[in-house]
């Protein structure tokens, strides 16, 4: 393992730098997922057909760009002192352009333009949003080798997370009307102080931070190959197997997210609602994995928020009924809690992951691992 720099010993001062890098990509990435489709398809007024194939050819646009831009990160330094900050700031300073971009005001102009206008301004955004995310991530084995502080790491990563995901929750408040229709004219105004915030965010991170795990770029002699990134990345079973268990997380998750926010506004009709949000086991994610383990917990998590998925689907449910609507926000609360204690585990064990690819191969490539996962 690589050695130990002579820095400042870890402490708090990193756990909450760390929760302000995904606290800075969830303020442009829960705008993205919540509101864009909303805003294009009853602000802007593209069709939903024309829609589902622009976020369809935007993901497999994202499939690609993601690990081309994590062989940067590993491949490319820019600056000294640092692998992964400069790509932080410039990802987090990108996703301010961008994600105001996303939500201009172009409800007048032709039918084709706002085709163009949508998948181009996405699939860039992407690439922002990845230049911020990849190496934010794989800065997560380079603060500490002690695999309880990872997962700590992790639970404080998700903590950013969730704080930015309640500051987008109070957003019903101010863009929708008392019809609860979306007031498509603010969202640019929206996008433009969510991003800075996030901006914030990331500044703090690099503020804040310390690298303890020695990781440099690939000097010129020894530069790695996008093919040799893939063949290990596929040899590795572990990161495969948390992998496909993520896939199946993404799909049913950010399906819901946008799902939600439809049924809040057009069946339950009470988009206020959605502000409210709590989530209360995540201060103690550290000391829970000690006693159980990070797979049996991985499996206790997923298991309720299966079942909690399953209520949410199939009970029955009166739109015009108060304890219908309190039953579906305690069950959704059951679910986004046990997805949380899911997702934190998870990012604590796709680090294990990365060194264990470190010891099989002696080259570290976090950016390329973290990006093709």
């Known amino acids: ?31 993205i997922t919540n509101y864009l489709m909303l805003f294009y398809t009853q602000y802007v007024g593209l069709e939903l057909k024309d829609w589902a194939w622009i976020i369809i050819v935007g993901k497999v646009w994202d499939a690609i760009n993601d690990p081309l831009i994590g062989g940067m990160v590993d491949n490319v330094s820019i600056g000294k002192g640092s692998k992964f900050m400069p790509w932080i700031t410039i990802g987090g300073s990108s996703l301010i352009i961008f994600t105001t971009l996303s939500f201009m005001p172009i409800a007048s102009m032709s039918y084709i333009f706002k085709v163009i206008y949508c998948l181009a301004i996405y699939c860039i955004w992407s690439v922002a949003y990845t230049m911020a995310n990849v190496p934010y991530g794989a800065l997560h084995s380079c603060i500490t080798n002690d695999p309880s502080k990872r997962t700590n790491l992790s639970t404080f990563r998700s903590i950013g997370a969730g704080l930015a995901q309640v500051l987008t929750m109070l957003l019903p408040l101010i863009v929708y009307d008392k019809d609860h229709n979306l007031i498509g004219s603010r969202m640019v105004y929206v996008a433009l102080v969510c991003s800075a ?41 572990p990161l495969l197997a948390i992998t496909a268990v993520s896939f199946a997380q993404v799909i049913c998750f950010m399906s819901m997210s946008t799902v939600n926010v439809i049924i809040f506004q057009s069946y339950f009709h009470n988009t206020k609602i959605l502000a409210a949000a ?48 309190i039953i579906y926000m305690g069950v959704l609360m059951l679910l986004y809690t046990s997805n949380a204690v899911f997702t934190i585990i998870l990012w604590a064990m796709v680090v294990d992951c990365i060194d264990y690819q470190y010891e099989k191969t002696g080259s570290r490539d976090e950016g390329s691992l973290y990006a093709l996962f």
Do not use: W
Request: one cysteine or more; charged letters at 20%; aromatic letters at 10%.
């Open 278 to 325: 709590n989530i209360v086991l995540m201060p103690f994610i550290g000391k829970i994995t000690k006693k159980i383990g990070k797979k049996k917990l991985v499996v206790i998590a997923s298991s309720i928020s299966l079942v909690a998925g399953i209520i949410s689907c199939f009970i029955p449910m009166d739109p015009t009924a108060t304890s219908s609507l």
């Open 197 to 237: 915030i996030g901006f914030a965010g990331f500044m703090l991170v690099r503020l804040l931070v310390t690298e303890r795990v020695a990781a440099e770029a690939h000097d010129k002699t020894d530069k790695m190959s996008y093919l040799k990134a893939i063949k290990g990345f596929f040899t590795n079973r």
């Open 1 to 31: 393992m690589a050695a130990q720099n002579k820095t400042r010993p870890f402490g708090m001062r990193d756990y909450f730098g760390y929760a302000m890098g995904d606290f800075g990509c969830n303020m442009s990435f829960a705008l």
